[in-house]
């Protein structure tokens, strides 16, 4: 079967669990899968029941599929991503996006726990994706090309909506909550980086370090979907900080953002034209 019949079948299966069809789909990075707590209405089918999804058990993810209205608008949320560092190929871990996109979907909201880079952030800090640079040396859309996915050579001019990304720095400013700017950079872990990549991946213009979103985002923007981008700054990364990483530590940070990271997505989901 080929991907296309793939995220077609899956579609028809959560069609028949769910029938609320949401333009709008959220994936919840690590330690920010609070915002399911804001769903009215919810009904969530788990990923290990939906046909073609990989498993996932990363600490800081719950694995499903969560439906709902937020703001009064009707939003998907994924909670929990798969990674490339599971060993999944990027393809496998893109798959959700192909799903989502049969079933209607057609603006994703990507958000990701991940270590600053530019000097100017702290941790905490909430940031604005304006751009991104793929450090994996892999592409989710190797391979032959399924036209009904979308087009063989994606352009990738504006992959974070310029005016979605206008309504994130309006909503935050009005909120009074603080919003960086920056671009994010692949990096496929699941080690940290070391001091010397860090400066590397400075010199090269990158902000931000994690080990997720750019797959997704690359697989949202060949079949067509807008997306916008937050990250959550949980640590500074190697060698700018003076501590060493954890898990834990950047789940902690995370959650301490939540109620920001909340609020402002939520507000965003009133206001989505
Ligand atoms: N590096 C990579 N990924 C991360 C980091 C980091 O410092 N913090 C959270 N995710």
């Known amino acids: 079967m080929s991907k296309f019949e793939k995220a077609l079948e899956a579609a028809r299966y959560i069609r028949q669990r769910e029938q609320r069809q949401p333009k709008v789909a959220v994936i919840l990075g690590s330690g920010l899968g609070g915002l399911v707590e804001e769903l009215e209405q919810p009904n969530a089918i788990p990923y290990g029941q939906i046909p073609g999804?990989?498993?996932?058990?990363?600490?800081?993810h719950a694995a499903r599929l969560a439906f709902g209205s937020i703001g009064g608008r009707d939003v998907v949320l994924m909670q929990g991503r798969f990674h490339y560092y599971e060993g999944l190929s990027m393809s496998e871990i893109t798959f959700p996006v192909c799903?989502?996109?049969?079933?209607?979907?057609?603006?994703?909201?990507?958000?990701?726990?991940?270590?600053?880079?530019?000097?100017?952030?702290?941790?905490?800090?909430?940031?604005?994706?304006?751009?991104?640079?793929?450090?994996?040396?892999?592409?989710?859309?190797?391979?032959?090309?399924?036209?009904?996915?979308?087009?063989?050579?994606?352009?990738?001019?504006?992959?974070?909506?310029?005016?979605?990304?206008?309504?994130?720095?309006?909503?935050?400013?009005?909120?009074?909550?603080?919003?960086?700017?920056?671009?994010?950079?692949?990096?496929t872990g699941p080690s940290f980086e070391t001091a010397a990549e860090i400066r590397a991946f400075r010199t090269l213009g990158a902000d931000a370090i994690g080990m997720s979103t750019v797959p997704e985002v690359i697989v949202a923007r060949h079949a067509g979907m807008r997306v916008l981008g937050i990250s959550c700054i949980t640590n500074m990364a190697t060698g700018i900080a003076r501590t060493k990483h954890s898990h834990e530590e950047v789940l902690a940070a995370a959650n301490a953002s939540s109620q920001r990271f909340r609020l402002l997505v939520r507000t965003l989901l009133e206001r989505w034209e």
Do not use: W
Not at 53 to 60: D, I, L
């Open 53 to 60: 999804f990989p498993a996932s058990n990363v600490a800081g």
């Open 99 to 187: 799903v989502l996109r049969q079933l209607g979907v057609e603006s994703l909201i990507v958000t990701n726990a991940c270590g600053g880079i530019n000097g100017s952030f702290a941790p905490g800090d909430l940031m604005l994706i304006t751009d991104h640079i793929n450090m994996s040396g892999n592409n989710p859309l190797i391979g032959p090309n399924d036209d009904r996915l979308g087009p063989r050579f994606p352009d990738m001019t504006e992959a974070y909506d310029p005016a979605l990304r206008r309504l994130a720095e309006d909503t935050a400013a009005e909120l009074g909550i603080s919003l960086q700017k920056g671009v994010y950079a692949l990096y």
